[in-house]
């Protein structure tokens, strides 16, 4: 049948072409008729950082007040000046120090040689501990500098620093006595160390402690002396 010879309008046969489509594809006008869906906006927050969070812990925080602090100063001790031992020495007078009168015989009968390595002990001293003390071991515990002394001022500053040590109740001191060209004080000490009571050993520094200039002294301890003892 033509299209000419239908007895239906031209609305009515487009109609029915719609309704006859529809009938074939059911699901098509549905999906051109809905609309896109519109995709969710995600919005993701920042994390403050740790300089952010600091900040705000410290809101109302005073900060303290440091005016009442008392400052802690350190005093360094320092090294006894053997011309200063020699005064007191003097002041305190031969009668109060052991062994105040040392002779000058020995050293002016024994002259030592500036590089001359000194070395002393007491028979009854132990090797172990006499080797411990040539090899700078031993802790001292002061240090005398006889450098620009006369001779009787370094005798009184070598008496002084023994009766220090024997007071502290220690028995390794330093004395340095330098190794000039003519070595007088180092002759004067090698001789008086000698002849003093308490003086168990001495023998020439390490290098590190200075060598042939200076001397490592081993002394009694106080218990043993008649001053402690008193």
Not at 10 to 39: C, G, M, V, Y
């Amino acid at each position: 049948m033509s299209s000419h010879d239908s007895s239906f309008s031209n609305a009515q046969q487009d109609l029915l072409k719609a309704f006859k489509k529809q009938i074939t594809h059911p699901h098509s006008s549905k999906l051109a008729a809905q609309p896109e869906p519109q995709k969710a906006q995600v919005t993701v927050e920042e994390e403050p950082d740790d300089a952010d969070l600091f900040k705000k812990a410290l809101v109302g925080v005073k900060a303290i007040d440091n005016g009442n602090i008392a400052k802690i100063e350190r005093n360094p001790r320092k090294k006894p000046d053997a011309k200063i031992l020699a005064k007191r020495a003097s002041a305190i007078g031969p009668a109060e120090l052991d062994h105040a009168e040392l002779s000058d015989t020995q050293a002016m009968l024994n002259p030592v040689a500036s590089q001359a390595a000194l070395s002393y002990r007491i028979a009854t001293l132990q090797h172990k501990v006499f080797e411990d003390l040539k090899a700078g071991n031993l802790r001292w515990y002061e240090a005398v500098d006889l450098h620009g002394c006369t001779v009787e001022d370094a005798r009184s500053a070598v008496l002084q620093i023994i009766q220090m040590a024997k007071d502290e109740n220690q028995n390794v001191l330093k004395i340095v006595h330098g190794k000039g060209p003519d070595a007088v004080l180092k002759t004067y000490v090698n001789g008086w160390l000698r002849q003093h009571r308490d003086v168990l050993a001495f023998v020439s520094a390490p290098e590190n402690q200075g060598g042939t200039g200076a001397v490592l002294v081993l002394l009694k301890r106080a218990e043993k002396n008649p001053k402690f003892n008193q």
